[in-house]
């Protein structure tokens, strides 16, 4: 069964980082653009980062640039979500998602694969 497994989630104090892993199993992510996303409690999911398929090249939301850096192995088939500077404010669920035909930049184009998620707390 094609799906997409994120892991790497946990709890970690303010200031910390944590690396999260985006892997697919039953095919191969490299010609798939991959965006990560998040939910927070109460709150709607919103879209954070985005990879190309092409060309590996990384999209940021302004609230996580500077701070977070999303990068892909092809050949260990996953895409990892380096999250440093973490606030408290980052705490959320984590998706990532897959799309064949999927724009990084417009974010336009269907996302065909999901994960489950991945949960993310930031506390003292």
């Known amino acids: 069964q094609a799906q997409l497994v994120e892991s790497g989630g946990g709890l970690v104090q303010p200031g910390g980082s944590l690396r999260l892993s985006c892997t697919a199993s039953?095919?191969?992510?490299?010609?798939?653009?991959i965006a990560w996303f998040r939910q927070a409690p109460g709150k709607e999911r919103e879209r954070i980062s985005c990879i190309t398929q092409r060309d590996g090249r990384g999209f940021y939301k302004d609230f996580v640039k500077g701070r977070f850096i999303i990068s892909r192995d092809n050949a260990k088939n996953l895409v990892a979500l380096q999250m440093n500077s973490l606030k408290p404010e980052d705490t959320a669920v984590y998706y990532c998602?897959?799309?064949?035909?999927?724009?990084?930049?417009?974010?336009?184009?269907?996302?065909?694969?999901w994960g489950r998620g991945t949960l993310v707390t930031v506390s003292s």
């Open positions: 039953g095919f191969t992510l490299a010609p798939y653009a």
């Open positions: 998602a897959g799309g064949l035909f999927h724009e990084c930049d417009t974010g336009s184009g269907a996302l065909d694969y």
